[in-house]
């Protein structure tokens, strides 16, 4: 049962419908502090809390560092609350020393061409796959973005885009396979590569090409003049 003695923030200050509504960016410190805290105390509203944490501390960069023991010193803050803050502290460290993961850099057809077989090779059913790639056309995500039945997929632009915008791509490569073995491109093939390649052009993310993999052998719809 919620204490009710608890002090409430008003309806228009909470942080979380401020989140919702404007974005984590537009939230000043203390606010990102108080969704983690989520309460605050008989005397304290939570927002008032976490300027408190914040304000025993010159700056962030000494509140990354704080203990268990000094967390716990300021008043309002138990061990509970403590250690989900030095959680929180923790994670946000390794984030920070994360780099994006990349698959390789686009060198040349054959070399995605080798490198979506080994996805695609003798599937039974039809795979719609991305590969996302920045400036450097280096691979930054691969994707199955839809799969078809036996012989069919219905895969759309906007699925798509919305991925490559998602990891903020500057180029995509798509590629499907046939599960008959022959990669020999549809007339549908084609008309689904020329709406992928006007979508791109109308959003700024160019289609570098378009594959389809058979059993030992794939075509590149860039080499074979559809792009």
């Known amino acids: ?116 077989m080994e996805e695609l090779n003798g599937l039974q059913q039809e795979i719609v796959l991305g590969l996302f790639l920045n400036t450097k056309n280096e691979i930054i995500k691969k994707e199955v973005i839809f799969k078809g039945s036996l012989n069919t997929s219905v895969a759309h632009p906007r699925e798509i885009f919305k991925a490559a915008i998602k990891y903020a791509s500057a180029r995509i490569i798509i590629a499907h396979n046939h599960p008959s073995g022959n990669p020999e491109p549809s007339e549908a093939d084609f008309q689904f590569t020329q709406r992928m390649k006007e979508a791109g052009n109308i959003i700024g993310i160019d289609l570098l090409d378009h594959f389809i993999i058979g059993d030992d052998s794939y075509i590149s719809l860039k080499e074979y003049g559809a792009l």
């Open 1 to 116: 049962m919620i204490n009710q003695k608890f002090i409430e923030v008003p309806q228009e200050a909470r942080p979380r419908e401020r989140m919702e509504d404007f974005g984590p960016a537009a939230l000043a410190n203390h606010e990102l502090l108080a969704i983690l805290l989520r309460t605050g105390t008989k005397e304290q509203n939570v927002l008032q809390l976490s300027m408190q944490v914040l304000s025993n501390f010159d700056d962030l960069y000494t509140f990354k560092h704080a203990s268990l023991e000094e967390l716990m010193s300021i008043t309002g803050i138990g061990k509970a609350k403590a250690i989900e803050m030095l959680a929180m502290i923790e994670l946000g460290k390794r984030m920070a020393k994360t780099t994006q993961l990349k698959e390789g850099t686009v060198t040349s057809s054959q070399f995605v061409g080798k490198l979506l």
